[in-house]
Structure formats: C-alpha cells, structure tokens
C-alpha cells in the first residue's frame, strides 16, 4: 500500500459528523429514510445515523450499490446499478449519503432512481466533495469536507478496495 497523507484526522471527521447531523435534523422528519451508496458511504452512514439518533431522530436505512470505478481512480463514465432497494420509497423524505462526490455522475443518477421511484423529499449528504472534477450539475445539501483535485481514502474511502479501514480522511498522491 502506497503512504498516506492525512487531510483531516479522526477528531476533525467526528466533529464534523456531528455538525452534518445537527444540521440534517432541522430539514428532515424523524422517520426519514437514508440511503447509503455502497460501499464508500457505509461508514459515514453508520456515524451519521448515530449523531442523528442522539438528536431524536430515528432514520430507516437502505442502501444501494453502484459502480463506475472498478479499481482505477478514474471513473468509467456509466454507472450501472449493481444491488437495488429493498424498501418501497414512494412518499418518504429520503436522504441519500454518499462517500464523495467527484463527477457528480453517481449522485445524480441516484437522485433520478429516487425521484422516478416517489420519493417526495430526495436530499444529498456528501462527506467530501470535489467540485472541480464535477462534469454532471448536482446539487449537495450537506458537505463534510470540501476538497481539490487529489485523491482521497479513508474513512470508507477506497482506492482498488484497500485504505477503506483508516478512521481518517488522507490522500494517496
């Protein structure tokens, strides 16, 4: 594995975890549903659901799984739906997380599933964005960490499926 150069550390990750979810908790109802795009998010979803329960909030959880990637760090430019919902949406407020967001190509395409699937309400959550890569116009209603053009892993972060354990959020140049 090559070395890793920490961005933000494992205090600056949780203390903004808990600031997202303050935040999330006065736009959404209680029994809103999240929707984490596997398999980057799986962590940030799991602190975030908790920072939102400690607030009162009680969000069911769902996941999906695209792909785009594969084990390059460059996106193919189609995402496929590989793993689809298991819960009906139509009519919930839904908030889908999501690990980074670079081309904006994966976010989108999950937004429109939502939407085309009924949910009334379709927010983004984003632990790091990357606008200066973006290609597709999306739209992130909650950011972790704003970063440049350099390769991120950690915190559930892959690169070619390793660096996905650190508690921290580094770059691997």
């Not at 999240?34 to 939102?52: E, K, N, P, S």
């Amino acid at each position: 594995m090559a070395p890793v150069r920490k961005l933000f550390d494992e205090d600056a990750v949780a203390r903004r975890v808990g600031e997202l979810s303050a935040e999330i908790a006065t736009t959404y109802p209680p029994n809103m549903i999240m929707i984490g795009i596997l398999t980057g998010a799986f962590v940030f979803m799991a602190d975030l659901m908790r920072a939102l329960d400690r607030l009162g909030l009680s969000p069911g959880v769902e996941f999906i799984r695209l792909g785009s990637y594969g084990h390059s760090k460059e996106s193919a430019g189609e995402v496929r739906l590989l793993s689809d919902l298991h819960t009906d949406v139509d009519g919930r407020a839904v908030l889908l997380v999501d690990d980074i967001c670079d081309t904006g190509r994966s976010l989108a395409f999950a937004q429109d599933l939502l939407r085309s699937r009924g949910a009334v309400k379709v927010g983004t959550c984003v632990l790091v964005d990357k606008p200066s890569r973006r290609i597709v116009d999306v739209e992130i209603d909650f950011i972790g960490f704003t970063v440049p053009d350099v390769f991120v892993v950690g915190y559930g972060i892959d690169y070619a499926d390793q660096y996905r354990h650190l508690p921290y959020i580094g770059t691997v140049d």
